[in-house]
């Protein structure tokens, strides 16, 4: 019985006083900043951009635009949090937005702090604008019918999903970016029609962005950083070497000098070797299992002839679009692929830093070998 | 004082709870924080290191299984009177209590710093640690049965973490271990030395030793335990370098932690709030287990009560947390313990080993002598 009446008092006492350590949060005086755009307005002072949800029950509107500025990212918030009668949570930003000039300028400043706060998550996207991040955010928010801090989120990391563009959270960028010889990329977003759309990959020296690629080279960097499933895939093909070939009944109507195929890609991955250490010489293999979902014209798949001149036809396709790629990438000093790892693991001592690499990387030599292996064409051949 | 401590039956455990004893006293704070010890020192061969750390762990017990086999029953404390002499022996078995006690303090400190760093910042250490120590206090006062229970308990409430691991885990990078043998020896055994933190804590074998029943088997549950917190650290250690890049693990305090942001599941977001919090199972049998050693080797030697010296030893921690909430305070303690850690948990049974064998011939030849 004692013993009972001391545990009643004790739980008791815990839970009324417990319950005061620490500062209460109620959810409907916070505002939870979903998505934030961070760009450098005149002489280092920072503008953000920030979309919040509110939880309060007079509101109709769950989320809105908030403005403030600072010298630090933190110090904007601050500034923010004055015009707005909730209190500012940064624990669930999915997603931050940065001006193109504020990347010019390098955006390790911005990104490495937030590291340091634990509360931050680390599976955050990141993304550039095209012109600035308010200007994509605030026309975002009046156009689209949606809300604007989801929609963002949610068109990245569908993209991401689908294999379209590279995964691109807090944690990778700053991952890559520390490790030596390889420079981290993030998607452009831009507002040609009133919302935003993906329009490019942006490239990184280090942490400042040196230019951009047009998005369907997003999936030639992605097969770099992991095997990829699922993504599709589109080649335009000469018909000349199909000529002979063709289904013989549509044979006279066929006048079109190109055709077009979307293809699945069921497994795409890469494999990097040095071959030659004191010329850098690299050979890269990248191996495409794809299966036919569309194709412009009717060339004959079944025959296996026609397949293997297919195939060759694809690679060579692809071989000038990485040479194309990698020649851009040499021109900006950029190294999406991550080069400069490989050569830093087959280099004697095995260091290497990111200055030593900028220095080499347009010197270097690369042979792509593409390999694209059709498996299946469908239902029709 | 005794040498050889009389047990009572009812109050011995068997030898298999060992395995979760040491587990759980090895296991704790340390793991956390971790790969950035080893990493700064031995960089992408840490894991070799890891690995001569737990040879020499298994070395170091087996020694302390040499030293205890000679007597009957006895535990560091009877040993050391033995063989030292009353005041000797008694002034070394009281730097032991001191040095549980510097490794209990460090372990709630770390602990409650890790909890103001990830959910509660404004928080006070002293709530925290009338929390923790209440529970310990509640342990203790069970005795030893019910402190193997928790422990027992907590071990599997704890170990569903590492499911969790899988996220990180295959986003983990070969090329940061690449290229491989890279570090010179002496790096490696630098590196080895700066798991003694996480490593230390089956020195608690010289003190729980008398109260196992089938001394017989105890010898395979030690190894294991050691073996299993050998493969926890090597498995934290082995992801934080190949997840994180070389300089971003340089300076990240809290690495195994931080593997888990990147965790999220539909019904939970953040699941590295969870973690934090559920990290209190993993480190409360830590505290539980030195807490007992404290009060249990000051009954041994000074026959005071074991609440009494349960309740001065929670007080005089509570004001030592309330004082000592700066960060680099806190690290130095850690440091401390560290060193002297590595000298009484690794260093001291090899020196003891042979004493007790010199003096065990001597006392044979003795009896011989005289009969």
Request: glycine share 6%.
């Amino acid at each position: 019985m004692r013993n009972t009446l001391r545990l009643v008092v004790l739980s008791l006492l815990l839970i009324t006083s417990l319950t005061g350590c620490v500062e209460p949060k109620s959810i409907e005086d916070l505002g939870i900043i979903n998505t934030r755009g961070v760009d450098i307005i005149e002489d280092d002072k920072i503008e953000t951009t920030l979309v919040i949800y509110k939880f309060d029950s007079q509101n109709q509107e769950l989320s809105s635009l908030v403005f403030g500025e600072g010298k630090t990212i933190k110090g904007a918030r601050q500034n923010a949090n004055y015009k707005t009668s909730f209190q500012l949570t940064p624990g669930q930003i999915r997603f931050e937005l940065f001006g193109k000039e504020t990347a010019e300028k390098g955006l390790l400043s911005f990104v490495d702090t937030q590291i340091r706060d634990a509360r931050v998550s680390d599976t955050m996207y990141l993304a550039i604008s095209e012109t600035t991040a308010k200007d994509v955010i605030t026309q975002g928010h009046e156009g689209a019918a949606v809300q604007i801090g989801k929609y963002l989120f949610e068109l990245i990391e569908q993209n991401v999903e689908d294999n379209i563009i590279p995964r691109v959270t807090l944690q990778d960028f700053l991952h890559i970016y520390y490790d030596y010889g390889h420079d981290p990329y993030l998607p452009v977003l831009s507002t040609v029609t009133k919302s935003p759309t993906l329009s490019a990959i942006a490239l990184f020296q280090d942490d400042k962005y040196v230019g951009q690629v047009p998005l369907k080279n997003a999936l030639l960097i992605n097969v770099f950083n992991k095997s990829i499933e699922n993504a599709s895939l589109e080649v335009q093909l000469p018909m000349q070497p199909f000529k002979k070939y063709m289904k013989s009944e549509r044979q006279d109507e066929n006048d079109e000098d190109t055709a077009h195929a979307l293809m699945k890609i069921l497994r795409g991955n890469s494999k990097t070797k040095l071959t030659n250490l004191q010329n850098m010489q690299f050979q890269t293999e990248v191996t495409f299992n794809v299966t036919m979902l569309e194709l412009s014209e009717e060339i004959d798949l079944k025959n296996p002839k026609v397949k293997e001149i297919f195939e060759k036809e694809v690679e060579k396709n692809f071989k000038k679009q990485y040479e194309q790629l990698f020649k851009k990438l040499q021109e900006f000093n950029s190294d999406p692929f991550g080069y400069g790892t490989i050569y830093r693991i087959n280099k004697p001592g095995g260091k290497l830093t990111d200055a030593e690499w900028h220095n080499k990387f347009p010197d270097i030599n690369v042979d792509f070998k593409i390999e694209f292996i059709l498996k299946g064409h469908g239902t029709t051949p | 004082m005794e040498i050889n401590p009389k047990i009572k039956e009812n109050l011995r455990i068997r030898a298999f709870y060992l395995f979760f004893i040491i587990t759980s006293i090895q296991v704790g704070v340390g793991i956390m924080g971790a790969p950035m010890y080893i990493f700064t020192e031995a960089e992408q061969d840490s894991w070799l290191s890891i690995i001569i750390a737990f040879v020499y762990v298994l070395l170091v017990i087996f020694v302390m299984f040499r030293i205890l086999e000679q007597y009957e029953n006895a535990d560091i404390f009877g040993i050391q009177v033995d063989i030292f002499g009353k005041w000797l022996g008694k002034i070394l078995g009281t730097l032991y209590i001191i040095y549980f006690a510097a490794a209990l303090l460090s372990v709630i400190l770390t602990y409650i710093d890790v909890v103001k760093v990830f959910i509660f910042p404004e928080i006070s250490s002293l709530i925290i640690g009338v929390l923790l120590i209440s529970l310990i206090i509640y342990c203790i006062y069970g005795g030893l049965k019910v402190i193997i229970g928790v422990v027992f308990i907590f071990f599997f409430s704890a170990h569903w973490l590492l499911f969790l691991l899988y996220e990180p885990a295959i986003r983990m990078e070969l090329d940061h271990f690449q290229p491989f043998f890279q570090a010179s020896f002496p790096e490696l055994l630098k590196g080895a030395r700066a798991t003694a933190y996480s490593f230390a804590g089956f020195e608690i074998l010289l003190l729980i030793y008398p109260f196992i029943q089938n001394k017989e088997s105890a010898k395979f549950p030690a190894y294991f335990g050691a073996f299993w917190s050998f493969g926890l650290l090597l498995i934290g250690t082995v992801i934080s370098i190949g997840y994180f890049s070389a300089v971003q693990l340089k300076e990240l305090e809290w690495a195994v932690l931080s593997l888990f942001k990147i965790v999220s599941l539909p019904f939970v977001e953040r699941f590295d709030y969870i973690v934090v919090a559920e990290w209190m199972m993993v480190a409360l049998p830590n505290m539980i287990l030195l807490m007992w050693a404290i009060t249990y080797g000051i009954k041994r030697m000074y026959k005071v009560p074991q609440t009494k010296t349960l309740f001065i030893t929670s007080f005089i921690l509570l004001i030592l947390i309330a004082f000592m909430s700066n960060h680099n305070i806190i690290i130095r303690l850690t440091d401390l313990v560290a060193k002297v850690g590595f000298w009484v948990v690794y260093v001291y049974p090899f020196i003891l080993f042979p004493i007790v064998l010199l003096k065990k011939r001597w006392q044979r030849k003795k009896e011989s002598e005289t009969r």
